[in-house]
C-alpha cells in the first residue's frame, strides 16, 4: 500500500497508469480463481478483450473525451462480455464489475479530493493491519471458520477499534464524531469486502487470489477491503457529506 500512499498524497499522474495496471491484474487474477475451463488461447483472447474495455472505461473517464454514451456502452460491452464468460458463476460476474466499479469511482475520487482517498486509504490499512497483529496475538473464536478459517471475533473488533482511533487522527470530516462514524464503517465495509472474496476463492478452492506479493498472496487479496469502501466513501461525497 505505501507507493499508492505515496503517489496519491503528492496527488501524482502517475496514479491513472497505477490503476490501468491494477485493473488489468485484479481481472486478471479474478478470472484464473475460476473454474471456467477455457483453452488457453480462449482464455488469453477473453481477458485481453476484458482488459481493454474496462480500460477503455477508465480511459473516458480520465480524458477530457468524458462523454456518458461511450461509458455506458463500453460498460455495457463489458457486461455482455462477463455475462458470456460467467453464465451461471454469479461472484464471478459481480467481482468482475464490481473491481471495474471501484477502480472508475478511485479514478473520481482522487480527481475531486485526492485527500479524500488518502485518508480512506490509511484508515482502511489500520483496520486491515490491527486486524492481523491482534487476531494473531489473541486468535479466540473464529468469526467465519467456514469461509476464512483465519478470522476471529478478536481481529475484528480490532479492527473496528484501529479504523475508529485512525478517523480522529485522520478525519473525513469537520465533526469529531461524524468521522468516528465514518471510521466504523469503513472497518466494516472492509471486512465485508474480505469476506466477499474469500467467499469467491473458497467456492473456487483457492486459498489466495495469486502469488504476485510473496508472502502475501495477490492483488486482490490485499485491495479487497477497498471494494465496498470506495463506493462508501463516494456515496458520503455524492450526497455532500464530505468533500
Avoid at 169 to 188: A, D, K, Q, V, W
Wanted: glycine share 6%.
Amino acid at each position: 500500500m505505501l507507493p499508492i500512499i505515496f503517489i496519491v498524497w503528492y496527488n501524482l499522474s502517475i496514479y491513472y497508469f497505477f490503476i490501468y495496471l491494477l485493473l488489468c491484474g485484479l481481472i486478471n487474477e479474478t478470472i484464473n480463481l475460476s473454474k471456467i475451463f477455457l483453452s488457453s488461447i480462449k482464455s488469453l483472447i477473453i481477458k485481453s478483450l476484458m482488459m481493454i474495455i474496462a480500460c477503455s472505461v477508465l480511459l473516458i473517464k480520465v480524458t477530457i473525451i468524458n462523454s456518458e454514451h461511450l461509458l455506458y456502452m463500453s460498460w455495457f460491452l463489458f457486461i455482455l462480455l462477463t455475462l458470456y464468460i460467467c453464465k451461471k458463476n454469479f461472484f464471478l460476474f459481480l467481482l468482475l464489475n464490481l473491481i471495474l466499479l471501484t477502480c472508475i469511482i478511485s479514478v473520481y475520487i482522487f480527481q475531486t479530493n485526492n485527500n479524500i482517498l488518502f485518508y480512506l486509504i490509511i484508515i482502511n490499512s489500520i483496520s486491515d493491519v490491527s486486524a492481523y497483529l491482534v487476531g494473531s496475538l489473541i486468535k479466540g473464536p473464529r468469526l467465519t471458520p467456514r469461509i476464512s478459517p483465519n478470522k476471529t471475533y478478536s481481529g475484528s473488533i480490532s479492527a473496528i477499534i484501529g479504523s475508529v482511533t485512525c478517523s480522529m487522527f485522520f478525519p473525513l470530516s469537520g465533526n469529531l464524531y461524524f468521522s468516528m462514524f465514518i471510521g466504523l464503517f469503513i472497518s466494516i465495509f472492509g471486512q465485508f469486502g474480505d469476506l466477499l472474496v474469500s467467499i469467491y476463492k473458497r467456492k473456487q478452492g483457492f486459498k489466495d487470489s495469486g502469488y504476485i506479493i510473496p508472502g502475501h498472496g495477490g492483488l486482490l487479496d490485499r485491495f479487497d477491503s477497498l471494494l465496498l469502501n470506495v463506493i462508501f466513501i463516494f456515496l458520503l461525497i455524492y450526497f455532500n457529506f464530505i468533500s
